[in-house]
């Protein structure tokens, strides 16, 4: 932030080469070694209560104005603060206009609260500040990385015991890898998947050596496809435009009324694919366990046999749901995913990790050998380093938080959390239905739904309206939503968000949905009851004389 002409004048702080050096070694004296031991006890013995009293999530002070405050863009040539300083800035002047996504009362996002210990196991890695890109950098990190690796594929592929032997900490093969976020994990997929279908051939080299153009040539098409279902998340356009098949080449597929890609067509946009005489190949299919706007899980099972019978890739988004397999109780939901090529999940989703870990898995170990990187320096042909078969280069530990993770929770323990977020989005649901001035727009299949204020009086008069009538009254309701989302937000107990659906209610016509994400296990159907008061509340504040006619 901007100093404050106010404040007092400091010390002048001027940078020293022993001050420099102790900052490698320990606290410069005792009032900061104080300080951060006020600040860390809280952070590491009650982060419940630390982040209820530090962090919220309210505009008391608007994005515009924060954003005026931070306008420096000249870098001090001596220290401006003290660490001590910096650390009580942070926690008292920063953290205040953050956002308190711990709360049982923010629903709107796959962000939530962390178990405390995920913030001890963090603040180890960093101390540890292991480079898991090469082995020198890391030793038994990689290893245990490979361990890790290894447990979340037998998750989701549950091959034999002799595979796991096999590959677990082989240095040829490969199960997977971590990587920043979903996002890079699927694109991570989709170069796998571009490099396997346009391999080295008859003289080609394979387009990633010889590059696209060559690989149209040398394959006699003009175009790669990736197909999805119009739920898919944008990581996926994005890695169309990284990978140079173009993100128009992404193929959105309709979906059914329980938001599923709609497999009759894709099955019709398989076949004119196929009447264009080979021009164009498919890439990949899609498939997601988890969609980001509404939870809904494809039809799995059904997409691997097309996959199969069409000699297609097959992908698995299961950035979100993917951790659903650890419950006995609903990991059938996911039935099917043991049949994808490979498989994203997201390590700071449903498996509580603190920002960011994204994994993806392949079911076929020398799958990533298509994609390849040695230097002379590091990743070493025959070498254990991970940074062989990555996109990224440098990259935290991660895997000793998940292992360690996975250790203190077991799978039970995640189990558990996936059931709660399942079965309280389903009272939640239960509870929209009895309301007269609320519709439940998508019903959960795991643990995200939509609904949306609409007033009894109006859902009426929709009905009985006509296509003029019922496109006003639609806009009207949109307006509403849309407010009682953003008053709700600003007012700062609740947060739900908002996104735009097209439904079999009213077909070819945007609707404004409030989305809400159930996976704090503090969250419950009391707290949730409060939300749907609050946002009746709102509404009838902002809207008293609220009449379609008029
Ligand atoms: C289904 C799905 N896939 C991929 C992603 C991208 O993940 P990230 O935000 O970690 O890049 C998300 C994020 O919300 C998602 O919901």
Known sequence: MKKDSNALPKKVLVADWQTLTRTFIRPENDAARATLIKYMEQILFGLHDFLKKHVGFTEEISLKDLADKFTDTLISENPEKKLADVITDLIEVIAPHAVNVASPYFVGHMTSAIPFFMVHLKTIVAALNQNVVKIETSKVVSVIEKQVLAKIHRLIYQKSDAFYQEHIQSTQTTLGCFIENG???????????????????????????????????????????????????????????????????????????????????LQKTIS??????????????????????????????????????????????????????????Y???????????????????????????GMVYFKNPTIMDAVTYHAPYISRPGSVDLGIKSLSGSREANSLILDSALKIMGSRGYALLIEHGIETAREFAAEIEKRANFQLVTRPQLNILTYRLYPSDLKEKFLKGDIERQIT????????????????????????????????????????????????????????????????????????????ST
Request: charged letters at 20%; glycine letters at 8%; one cysteine or more.
């Open 331 to 357: 990991s059938r939901l996911l039935a099917g995913i043991e049949l994808a090529d490979s498989v994203t999940i997201d390590g700071h989703k449903q498996l509580y990790m603190p920002m960011t870990c």
């Open 272 to 329: 004119k694919i196929n009447d264009q005489g080979g021009k164009t190949a498919i890439l990949a299919i899609v498939g997601i366990a988890g969609t980001t706007e509404t939870g809904s899980v494809d039809p799995l099972f059904k997409l691997a046999e097309i996959c199969t019978a069409n000699n297609i890739y097959f992908h698995v988004d299961a950035a979100w749901g993917g951790p659903t397999l650890m419950s006995e109780k």
């Open 473 to 548: 009254i639609n806009e009207k309701v949109n307006t509403v939503n849309h407010e009682v989302q953003r008053l709700q937000r600003e007012a700062g107990q609740s947060f739900v968000s908002r996104t735009t659906l097209q439904t079999e209610d009213f077909p070819g016509h945007d609707i404004v949905v409030l989305r809400c994400v159930i996976m704090n296990p503090m969250t419950n159907i009391e707290i949730l009851r409060d939300i749907l008061d609050e946002q009746e509340e709102i509404y009838q504040q902002a809207f008293p004389r609220l009449d379609p």
């Open 183 to 265: 996002t890079l994990a699927n694109l991570t997929a989709l170069w796998v998947a571009r490099n396997s279908l346009l391999a080295p051939k008859n003289g080609f080299e394979g387009v990633e050596k010889e590059g696209l153009q060559a690989a149209y040539r040398a394959y006699g098409i003009k175009r790669c496809v990736v197909l999805v279902s119009k739920r898919g998340h944008y990581s996926l356009n994005k890695a169309g435009g990284i990978l140079g098949i173009g993100n128009q080449n992404i193929i959105a597929i309709d979906v059914d009324k329980d938001n599923k890609i709609d497999l009759d067509c």
